[in-house]
């Protein structure tokens, strides 16, 4: 059990963050809807359109889990592909943008935090390093273009490490705070908090970066994720 005080904080500080979540999402989904109407630049309003369609899908998939941690940690059917290949498809910055909205979905499909320092780091953060695959993409773009030999499936695979190895580092730093407050078990030993929070990354991540990276290494296989990204490109 939580204590009182700390109990009555985080649902405080939770109620908070999910109202001003809502709210910043209703803002970028009016200003994504003016940009996509005033705006002339095809290629801009396709990325949107590709961003929205990606969230989208990736937020759907990730209802389809299992928990095997307490308080948050799932394991979900392939939820990071759909971001991950629009963030190899259209850049770092892009990725970056759609991530950040993915983990404040992410919150508000679940609402509940510790401090706001947990927030930052479990989905403002955690999400953002999809960005990597962007790095990737376009490494294999310039390739491409300069008619050098290319490895897709090198490629998609460091980007999937490196978006889950950002994750892991967050969630892993917010889940100190969780066992070093007594927030996960109450009576937790001593200066236990980093090897708990350690494990308790590990039995979720994992299994989790794995589906993502089979699915990712099938489409490549398949020629699925170039075709995909050719017509993204477009």
Request: hydrophobic share 55%; with cysteine; glycine share 6%.
């Amino acid at each position: 059990m939580f204590p009182y005080s700390l109990l009555t904080v985080s649902e405080a500080t939770t109620e908070t963050v999910t109202t001003i979540s809502v709210i910043a999402i209703a803002v970028l989904c009016v200003v994504v809807f003016l940009l996509a109407i005033f705006r002339k630049n095809v290629t801009s309003t396709k990325k949107m359109v590709y961003a929205a369609l990606s969230v989208a899908l990736s937020f759907v998939l990730s209802y389809v889990k299992v928990s095997p941690v307490t308080y948050g940690g799932s394991i979900t059917l392939a939820s990071f592909v759909p971001i991950l290949l629009y963030a190899y498809a259209f850049g770092f910055t892009s990725g970056l943008v759609t991530g950040f909205v993915y983990g404040i979905l992410q919150f508000v499909q679940s609402p509940y935090i510790l401090t706001p320092v947990t927030f930052l780091l479990d989905y403002a953060l955690a999400f953002i390093g999809i960005a990597f695959a962007g790095i990737f993409g376009n490494m294999q773009r310039k390739k491409e273009q300069a008619g050098q030999t290319t490895n897709e499936l090198l490629s998609i695979s460091l980007a999937c490490v490196c978006a889950y190895a950002w994750r892991f580092l967050m969630h892993f730093g917010s889940g100190v705070i969780y066992f070093d407050l007594g927030a996960v078990w109450a009576n937790l030993p001593a200066n236990s908090a980093v090897a708990y929070s350690l494990l308790y990354q590990v039995v979720y991540l994992v299994p989790d970066f794995i589906i993502c990276l089979a699915v990712c290494l099938l489409l490549v296989k398949r020629g699925i994720i170039s075709r995909l990204i050719e017509q993204m490109r477009k």
